[in-house]
């Protein structure tokens, strides 16, 4: 099945102590990025990728880094988690023909609480 | 600043009802529209709208886009239980060369009640 997988669902975790989320999609999609959602404000873009070793930031990339070693994979790092950066991630994949939106494959979503 | 902007952001309706969501915007490098629906997990796409006064249909659900106004508009009629979701209004547009990218609304809330 065409999936994008993100794990985990559900994290809670303290201040300053780093964490991963992992994305992999099993589509050989090369374009992959990274969204949080919060509540008024839409999905907003942290990190994108338009192939192996390609990354960008996107409007809110402050606190995130990201890594595109292989084309599955784009995990979301956060160095020095802080309570701002409660949120829902989602993780989202395309063939980069189809990266406008309508193409998008997106992952469960992840919901990150920092205390 | 590129923005999309929804209406209502909330809305409670009764089965059988028609309901029309709104979103507006104000971007650069216009591409193309799409309407999301998102029921508590990941968006699922609905409609990618990119030229004026055409109608896009899938069974209870239409969308139109109006590029002279920037905006488009999301039909439901006979509304169901299981409309109940977050409708997404996004926007996709052309930042610089091998960038563009989708900006999405706030969502408008939708609840169908029986």
Known sequence: EAQVTQNPRYLITVTGKKLTVTCSQNMNHEYMSWYRQDPGLGLRQIYYSMNVEVTDKGDVPEGYKVSRKEKRNFPLILESPSPNQTSLYFCASSRASDRGGHGYTFGSGTRLTVV | EDKV????????????????????????????????????????????????????????????????????????????????????????IYVKTSYDKVIFGPGTSLSVIP
């Open chain 2, 5 to 92: 902007v929804q209406s209502p952001l909330s809305l409670v309706v009764h089965e059988g009802d028609t309901v029309t969501l709104n979103c507006s915007y104000e971007v650069t490098n216009f591409r193309s529209l799409l309407w999301y629906k998102q029921e508590k997990k990941a968006p699922t796409f609905l409609f990618m709208l990119t030229s004026s006064g055409i109608e896009k249909k899938s069974g209870r659900l239409s969308s139109i886009l109006d590029k002279k106004e920037l905006f488009s508009i999301l039909n439901i009629t006979a509304t169901q239980t299981g409309d109940s979701a977050v409708y997404l209004c996004a926007v996709f």
